[in-house]
């Protein structure tokens, strides 16, 4: 059964500096990654998608990698702002009817102005 | 460009009520369906997906079930709720094992 991880729970940064967010899965026969954003109360906002071939993924300040082999991704965001306050999870998808998602537990970050 | 409507946005429940949470999407055709529920301190765990029109799976054993009466449309109900039912829950969709766009979410409280 797959297990994903998320440490830490929760991050604290001025604003300026850059996250690193880490993400942990037990099985690596994963079909794709997600990212995903939560704001307090809100649905979740896809960040970036990471397909099991891929390496890394980019989209403007934000920054993905995937290493399958070791079952690890890390989400970077350079130069925080207050606005990058939120909730992110990471989600591994199986890819067998459908795309199951499983969850981390998150990391609540809050960037100090 | 498609569009994910959830209602209610919240719901409070007496404990042994039934429940009907809907779910719609807009501008696309066929997409892979999905219930979560996010309690506090258990994250967010999948309840049932749906590929098609009437196919539906069941992730987790529990008094919900789900059902997709039209291609866009899916529906979480409960004949009789129980307090740990409480929670926020999101349904997404997909289209070929790409990208999830998840809903606005309904709170639900069972007291």
């Known amino acids: 059964k797959q297990e994903v991880t998320q440490i830490p729970a929760a991050l604290s940064v001025p604003e300026g500096e850059n996250l690193v967010l880490n993400c942990s899965f037990t099985?690596?026969?994963?079909?794709?990654l997600q990212w995903f954003r939560q704001d307090p109360g809100k649905g979740l906002t896809s960040l970036l998608l990471?397909?099991?071939?891929?390496r890394e993924q980019t989209s403007g300040r934000l920054n993905a990698s995937l290493d399958k082999s070791s079952g690890r991704s890390t989400l970077y965001i350079a130069a925080s702002q207050p606005g990058d306050s939120a909730t992110y999870l990471c989600?591994?998808?199986?890819?067998?009817?459908?795309?199951?998602?499983?969850f981390g537990g998150g990391t609540r970050v809050l960037v100090k102005p | 460009s498609q569009t994910i409507h959830q209602w209610p946005a919240t719901l409070v429940q007496p404990v042994g009520s039934p429940l009907s949470l809907e779910c719609t999407v807009e501008?696309?055709?066929?997409?892979?369906l999905y219930w979560y529920r996010q309690a506090a301190g258990r994250g967010l765990q999948l309840l049932f997906y749906?590929?098609?029109?009437?196919?539906i799976s069941s992730e987790v054993p529990q008094n919900l079930s789900a059902s997709r009466p039209q291609d866009r449309q899916f529906i979480l109900s409960s004949k009789k709720l129980l307090l740990s039912d409480s929670g926020f829950y999101l349904c997404?969709?997909?289209?070929?094992?790409?990208?999830?766009?998840f809903g606005p979410g309904t709170r639900l409280l069972v007291l």
């Open positions: 997404a969709w997909d289209s070929y094992q790409e990208t999830q766009y």
């Open positions: 099985d690596s026969a994963i079909y794709n």
């Open positions: 990471i397909q099991s071939s891929q």
């Open positions: 989600a591994v998808g199986d890819g067998a009817a459908g795309n199951k998602l499983t």
């Open positions: 501008g696309t055709s066929n997409p892979n």
């Open positions: 749906s590929v098609g029109i009437g196919q």
